[in-house]
C-alpha cells in the first residue's frame, strides 16, 4: 500500500485487479476545499491512458514489479525472445507488450523488462540507440542551410527522418522514444 504522498513516475498500482502505471501526476492544494492529486495513468496491458483524481492521502495498492536487465535474442516470427542476464531464463514477449520500442530492437541489445508476478508488463529500451543506416537517398549538393531532412531506414528496419548530410553506412544515435535523429556517431 502506498499513499499519494508517494507517487512517482513509473509508479505501477493495482486499481480494480487492474494494473496502471502513473506517466504523470500533480499535488493540487486549491485555495478552498481538501488537497487532491491528479493523474495520468496507463493500464499496462491494453495501453489505454486515463487522467484520474485522488484524495490527498488515500491509501492505493501497489503492485510489486520487478525490473530486470535482460537482452533480446531474436524474434521467433511471432514472439520476441529475451534472455534474463543473472539466470540465463528466456522469455517469449508479444508485439503488443514489447509495444512501438520493437522499431529500435537490435540482437544483443540489452533492456529492461518489467515483470509482474513472472509475467512481462512491458520494455523499456535506453533512451538512446546507435544504429546504422541502410538505405537513404542521397542529399543535394548545397542544399545544407535549409535544415531539410530525408527518410532514412536503419539497420532494425525502422524509417526516421535525418538531415539531408546523412548518407547509406553512417551510423547514428537516435532517440528510441520519438525516433529523432540526435546526431552521428564516431567510428
Do not use: C
Amino acid at each position: 500500500m502506498a499513499t499519494t504522498a508517494d507517487f512517482k513516475n513509473g509508479l505501477v498500482l493495482k486499481i480494480d485487479n487492474q494494473l496502471w502505471q502513473i506517466l504523470e501526476f500533480q499535488h493540487v492544494k486549491p485555495g478552498k476545499g481538501p488537497a487532491f492529486v491528479r493523474t495520468k495513468i496507463k493500464n499496462v496491458l491494453s495501453g489505454k491512458i486515463v487522467d484520474k483524481t485522488f484524495n490527498a492521502g488515500v491509501k492505493v495498492e501497489t503492485a510489486t514489479v520487478d525490473r530486470r536487465d535482460m537482452t533480446y535474442l531474436y524474434n521467433d516470427g511471432t514472439d520476441y525472445v529475451f534472455m534474463d542476464t543473472t539466470d540465463y531464463e528466456q522469455f517469449s514477449i508479444p508485439p503488443a507488450t514489447v509495444g512501438d520500442g520493437a522499431r529500435f530492437l537490435l540482437e544483443n541489445m540489452t533492456v529492461q523488462v518489467s515483470l509482474n508476478e513472472g509475467v512481462p508488463l512491458f520494455i523499456e529500451l535506453p533512451v538512446t540507440v546507435e544504429m546504422v543506416v541502410t538505405h537513404t537517398d542521397p542529399g543535394l549538393q548545397g542544399d545544407r542551410s535549409t535544415g531539410g531532412t530525408k527518410p532514412a531506414t536503419m539497420e532494425s528496419g525502422a524509417e526516421i527522418n535525418v538531415p539531408l548530410f546523412i548518407n547509406t553506412g553512417d551510423k547514428l544515435k537516435v532517440d528510441s522514444r520519438d525516433g529523432s535523429y540526435l546526431g552521428r556517431v564516431n567510428s
